[in-house]
């Protein structure tokens, strides 16, 4: 996974903003941060519950790595270069979940309901 592809797959979440910190972008939603992007070390930060932060660093501590805790989260580093795109979706989409307004997660998940549907009727044909 490399830095550009990271960032191509921001675009499919709505409403993420992205702002220089110097040596750092950082990702928010609504003006909360849900990630932390560092080009030069190839690695981004994420949100995620504290259960997920321990059992993501337990599990492969050569992918992920704990940033910090702030009251019920775990934030986690990855390293983008030792994990497919597939699992960092997964983890990009929860940290965006956690931080975006309730009615903004219900209508991204909706729409993506539709469309997987849309692509299982199209696979049965």
Not at 10 to 39: C, I, M, N, R, T
Request: charged letters at 25%.
């Amino acid at each position: 996974m490399s830095v550009d592809e990271f960032l191509k797959m921001l675009a499919g979440l709505p409403e993420v903003e992205q702002s220089d910190g110097g040596g750092w972008v950082s990702l928010k939603v609504h003006d909360k941060g849900f990630g932390y992007l560092w080009e030069e070390t190839q690695t981004v930060g994420l949100k995620q519950t504290l259960e997920e932060q321990m059992a993501l660093v337990a599990e492969r501590p050569e992918v992920f790595e704990v940033q910090f805790t702030a009251g019920r989260f775990g934030w986690v580093v990855v390293h983008l270069t030792k994990i497919d795109a597939d699992e960092l979706a997964e983890l990009v989409t929860e940290a965006w979940c956690l931080t975006a307004p309730a009615q903004l997660v219900d209508a991204y998940e909706a729409g993506h309901a539709l469309l997987s549907r849309h692509r299982n009727q199209e696979s049965l044909r």
